[in-house]
């Protein structure tokens, strides 16, 4: 089994049956399902009707799905690395339209697949993920929670409305990780702020966490360079003697709103 492709596959009926029920698919809904691995989830999905597009990078896994699937019309196999996929729905369904995402993750890349999926979540209808319970604690963290908030949990919150569905032993996989799991159920908020400005947002979050344990009014200014009066004495209402790990979701937004007052896009 390649242990290099996070593969643990799940086992347990109950676990399956709550995240095709989770997910709450219709009769020929697009869904991408994100690694397959040997199709348990994908069976689940298909019966619920989905027009099911699988993304797994594991050449030995892809011939076995395509003789498990070979009779279904609404399977596609498409084998590629996940981060390296246009996940437009024109690529992966032929047609335009909102699409689920399902996935029981490989977790050696939950973080770089969630920051992906949340640039994606024009494209979403919503998203039923089990991931690390580490990673669902940090989704839904606050300012309280410490270390388990960061740029992953303003990013995450800003984009989506989040629901722990429910915690997942080790045991339900074959063979078992080494930690603990969870299911999380995410749908996309009402933008906030059109497409580029949301993409520039995003990238703020990114940069503000890097220098966590810094003051953001010096974080700000190596980043943004000198900020005229108006604007930096606004700024210092807001966060003076403030590090990015103290500011909420909002306050991030209201930070970065002042940074680009008068923007444009
Ligand atoms: N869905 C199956 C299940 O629940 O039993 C398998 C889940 S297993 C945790 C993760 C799957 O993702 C494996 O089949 C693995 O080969 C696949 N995978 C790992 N990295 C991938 C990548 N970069 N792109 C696509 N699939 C990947």
Same mark, same amino acid.
């Given at each position: ?5 996070? $593969? ?20 020929? %809904?697009? *869904? ?19 027009? *099911? /597009? /699988?993304?797994? &990078? ?9 003789? =498990?699937?070979? +009779?279904? @019309?609404?399977? =596609? ?6 981060? $390296?996929?246009?996940?437009?729905? $024109? ?26 999926? &949340? ?14 319970? %580490? &990673? ?35 045991? +339900? ?7 603990? @799991?969870? *299911? ?15 993409? =520039? ?8 966490? &890097? ?22 004495? +606004?700024? %210092? ?17 209201? *930070?970065? %709103? ?8």
């Amino acid at each position: 089994m390649g242990k290099r492709y996070g $593969q643990h596959f799940l086992r347990s009926p109950a676990v399956l049956e709550a995240i095709a029920a989770g997910a709450e698919i219709g009769p020929g %809904e697009p *869904v991408l399902e994100i690694g397959p691995g040997e199709g348990a989830l994908t069976e689940r999905l298909l019966t619920a009707g989905a027009d *099911v /597009a /699988a993304v797994e &990078i594991d050449p030995a896994l892809c011939v076995k799905l395509r003789e =498990r699937f070979a +009779a279904v @019309s609404r399977f =596609r196999l498409i084998e590629a690395d996940v981060l $390296q996929l246009d996940l437009s729905p $024109q690529h992966l369904f032929g047609s335009a339209g909102l699409y689920a995402v399902i996935a029981n993750l490989p977790y050696y890349l939950t973080t770089p697949l969630l920051f992906r999926l &949340i640039a994606e979540r024009r494209r979403l209808s919503r998203l039923v993920l089990m991931v690390q319970r %580490e &990673i669902a604690t940090r989704l839904v963290a606050s300012p309280r929670d410490g270390k388990d908030y960061g740029a992953l949990s303003v990013a995450a919150q800003h984009t989506f409305r989040m629901k722990r569905l429910l915690d997942v032993p080790p045991g +339900a996989f074959r063979p078992p990780p080494k930690v603990d @799991s969870a *299911v999380v159920r995410f749908v996309p908020r009402e933008p906030q702020l059109p497409p580029a400005r949301e993409a =520039r947002f995003l990238a703020y979050v990114k940069a503000m966490f &890097i220098h966590r344990r810094k003051l953001m009014l010096g974080n700000l200014k190596r980043g943004y360079g000198p900020l005229d009066g108006e604007r930096l004495a +606004a700024l %210092e209402r807001l966060i003076a003697g403030r590090r990015a790990d103290a500011l909420t979701p909002e306050e991030h937004l209201a *930070v970065f %709103e002042l940074l680009h007052e008068g923007a444009g896009t």
